[in-house]
């Protein structure tokens, strides 16, 4: 399709759903989309799900795409094996461990066409049931976009578990950035480096691509396997899934995804790893370990004042973004906020009143979770 003509006078795009094989045959308009989308996330990105796929990392999701010819408009990756929400599973956007948002792919070219190509692959998606979209971003330009969207059709929704993430957006210098931390923070964070400094030469290096990025990933899986995660047989190196998981995903790589590492080295010997997925001017802090031996240091911390001095020193990007879910311990260093939640949804075919007593059936499950975890926290501390 000719770029020069107007989106109006543009036949309207064909909404699909494709399976995972299908959708490789895309990969390049997939990276061009993600490339012009109003939000773009690593997230909704064919190399972050390619990673997943080849690694064997859960079910390889089906992908909602709508499309002119060979360039897609809207795309958003769907849980091959459905959400729960309410007493079972429904159909529903993709996340994993790994993939902490669920942006969809809006072409900013002509984002009203393809958000309401979007809107009716949701249609498509549910058939007569409701949608459950995990872990949206609510304020950036495509979950606005997708809540006024909502609201014009009239269809039934609700926002659950919305929790503010910390991200922060780069200010003219580090100076300024400091000054938004209390007074007690700032001291903190010097006397942990000073202290960190005593025992040995103290520096930080990045990677972001070629052997010294495949090297900084070793030694992240190294640190990670070293602690607590190790010992009970969560880190990434101790399945070789995962392990080739994170070596697929965070390489040297063409297209709008690029991975960067962050190492904090004392007397040349890592001490603190942080592993991040860069795209759209806003890099994506996914997996961070440290040296457990040098917990009172708080190495983990220094190395995270140190990615901050350099994202104000080499503008490698415009935002951090903790990728975290609530508590973390980027609350503190982070002063900004972007609201994520849990979208559920009657595409088409749902009343109102249908979809609240399914909505009052999934908060009753939710509460039930939230009490067996505070109990399990009771019991175990």
Not at 38 to 52: G, K, L, N, Q, R
Not at 245 to 272: E, M
């Amino acid at each position: 399709m000719d770029a020069s003509v107007p989106p109006a006078l543009r036949p309207p795009p064909i909404v699909e759903i494709l399976d995972w094989p299908a959708m490789q045959a895309h990969a390049g308009a997939w990276d061009e989309l993600l490339s012009r989308a109003v939000a773009p996330s690593p997230f909704a990105s064919h190399a972050v799900i390619a990673a997943h796929a080849e690694a064997g990392i859960g079910r390889a999701p089906r992908v909602l795409a709508a499309r002119r010819g060979d360039r897609l408009v809207a795309l958003l990756p769907l849980s091959a094996g459905g959400v729960r929400f309410g007493a079972r599973r429904r159909a529903g956007a993709w996340t994993s461990p790994y993939a902490v948002a669920s942006t969809p792919l809006i072409d900013a070219g002509e984002p009203d066409t393809a958000m309401a190509a979007l809107l009716d692959g949701l249609a498509l998606a549910a058939g007569t049931g409701p949608f459950a979209w995990p872990l949206l971003p609510l304020d950036d330009p495509a979950g606005a976009a997708l809540m006024a969207g909502l609201a014009r059709r009239g269809w039934p929704h609700a926002v659950e578990g919305a929790f503010s993430r910390p991200v922060l957006d780069r200010r003219a210098d580090y100076e300024a950035y400091e000054a938004t931390l209390g007074r007690g923070r700032r001291r903190s964070l010097r006397r942990l480096g000073r202290r960190l400094a005593e025992t040995g030469a103290l520096a930080h290096r990045c990677a972001t691509e070629g052997e010294a990025l495949a090297s900084a990933v070793e030694a992240f899986l190294a640190l990670e396997a070293a602690g607590w995660k190790g010992r009970g047989g969560t880190a990434l190196a101790a399945d070789p899934r995962t392990a080739a998981f994170a070596r697929r995903l965070f390489r040297t790589q063409g297209g709008p995804v690029r991975a960067r590492a962050d190492l904090l080295t004392l007397d040349g010997r890592p001490i603190a790893a942080s592993l991040a997925l860069v795209c759209g001017g806003t890099a994506h802090l996914l997996k961070t370990a440290y040296d457990e031996t040098l917990r009172r240091f708080a190495p983990g911390l220094v190395l995270e004042d140190a990615i901050v001095r350099a994202l104000h020193r080499d503008g490698f990007a415009r935002r951090l973004d903790s990728a975290s879910l609530p508590g973390g311990v980027l609350d503190e260093l982070y002063p900004d906020r972007e609201r994520v939640g849990d979208l559920l949804l009657a595409p088409g075919g749902m009343d109102e009143a249908s979809f609240r007593r399914l909505l009052a059936v999934e908060r009753l499950r939710r509460a039930g979770r939230q009490g067996l975890k505070r109990l399990s926290a009771r019991l175990a501390s």
